[in-house]
């Protein structure tokens, strides 16, 4: 039985960090263009980000681009050089290594906020 490495592992969080990101960003054209609706309508929304699967959602979404771009930088070494596939499961454990930090120190300077909002 095929248990999946790190190749399958890379190729599947990619695109969930993809589709991640595009969630987040049709999320903020609606959030931006919902003042088109009035102040009221705009602060009602806001204040419905301040719920706290919103707050940790900021910490996921940091660590989910941080990952794809740096899995994006990884995949492009792989392609171009031919030295990158013979160390891509080395890089891919640094990429989730700064993805992880990059999500701890999120979660540190959000602290304040993920623990009692705005």
Known sequence: MYRGREGQ???LLHRL???AILSYLLLHVFSI???IFGERFY?????TYDLWPF???LVFITAGVVYHA???LR????????AGVAYQRQMW????VLSVLSALYAAYHLYPRLIGGF
């Open 43 to 47: 602060m009602a929304i806001h204040h």
């Open 9 to 11: 592992w890379a190729f």
């Open 75 to 82: 995949i492009i070494v792989m392609d171009f050089t031919g």
């Open 17 to 19: 960090s993809g589709l």
């Open 33 to 35: 263009g919902s003042f």
């Open 70 to 72: 740096f899995n994006g």
């Open 55 to 57: 707050r940790i959602g």
């Open 93 to 96: 454990y640094g990429v989730m």
